[in-house]
């Protein structure tokens, strides 16, 4: 049982390009979700999703995209990146939209020059 | 908005009792989570509180207040492989059925022999 998938593992990227972020689960959860992890600053919501078709947004999602077509997957794009978007990114799913706990991929490391 | 405070750094002996207190100002409160993330890795779940009291589990135990906007996760024997940052996270009605997870800055322990 794989769980929470994400990849690449690490990325550079340049001011300007753009890139998507992969987040797939194999758990048939319905919620799925992105954080960004700052030192200082804790885990932040970016978008978040409850079913597919359905995306919100959280605290942080200025120059970032989702979309939900499939249960299974959940693709972060960055449109033009900034090198404020560096940052350790991590995927996160939970059964429902319901009071649960998170599973957590293994993290995006992203640095933007 | 929402507000959620734990200390930046702990150290505690091998063996010893170590307590991380989480204290959190918002709206909505439906709960409280604690997460274990080791350095360069996923958070992982460790506790969910959601009414007044004491949850145990193994060395790990963890404590709700809400009228007090307080919870602590206590930490038993403590062991080498438990240097880690802890997280604190309220989760938060955010309609449609939704809860969301607010993440604190986080808590360096750092075990020492």
Same mark, same amino acid.
């Given at each position: 049982?794989?769980? +929470?998938?994400?990849?690449?593992? $690490? ?9 998507? =972020? ?5 758990? #048939? ?35 970032? #995209? ?9 693709? =972060? ?10 940052? +350790? ?9 319901? #009071?649960?706990?998170? $599973? $957590? ?6 640095? +933007?020059? | 908005?929402? *507000? ?16 991380? *207190? ?5 709206? @909505?409160? *439906?709960?409280?989570?604690? /997460?274990?993330?080791? !350095?360069?890795? !996923?958070?992982?779940?460790?506790? /969910? *509180?959601?009414?007044?009291? &004491? ?14 906007? /307080?919870? /602590?996760?206590? &930490? ?18 955010? @309609? ?9 800055? @986080? ?7």
């Amino acid at each position: 049982n794989a769980g +929470v998938t994400q990849t690449p593992k $690490f990325q550079v990227l340049k001011t300007g390009q753009s890139m998507t =972020l992969q987040c797939a689960q194999d758990m #048939n959860h319905e919620y799925m979700s992105w954080y960004r992890q700052d030192p200082g600053m804790g885990l932040r919501l970016i978008h978040y999703s409850v079913g597919a078709g359905i995306t919100d947004q959280g605290e942080v999602p200025n120059g970032y #995209n989702v979309s939900r077509s499939t249960t299974e997957d959940f693709p =972060l794009r960055l449109l033009s990146a900034a090198p404020s978007q560096t940052s +350790v990114y991590f995927c996160a799913s939970r059964r429902d939209r319901l #009071n649960e706990k998170l $599973f $957590f991929g293994s993290g995006t490391q992203l640095s +933007v020059l | 908005g929402q *507000n959620i405070d734990q200390p930046t750094e702990m150290t505690a002996t091998e063996g010893a009792i170590v307590q991380i *207190n989480c204290t959190y100002q918002t709206s @909505g409160f *439906n709960g409280l989570f604690w /997460y274990q993330q080791h !350095a360069g890795e !996923a958070p992982t779940f460790l506790s /969910y *509180n959601v009414l007044d009291g &004491l949850e145990e589990k193994g060395r790990f135990s963890s404590f709700l207040s809400r009228s007090k906007g /307080y919870s /602590y996760l206590l &930490l038993k024997e403590l062991q080498m492989k438990d240097s880690a940052s802890y997280l604190c996270a309220v989760s938060l009605y955010s @309609g449609a059925g939704s809860y969301q997870l607010t993440f604190g800055k @986080g808590t360096k322990l750092s075990v020492i022999p």
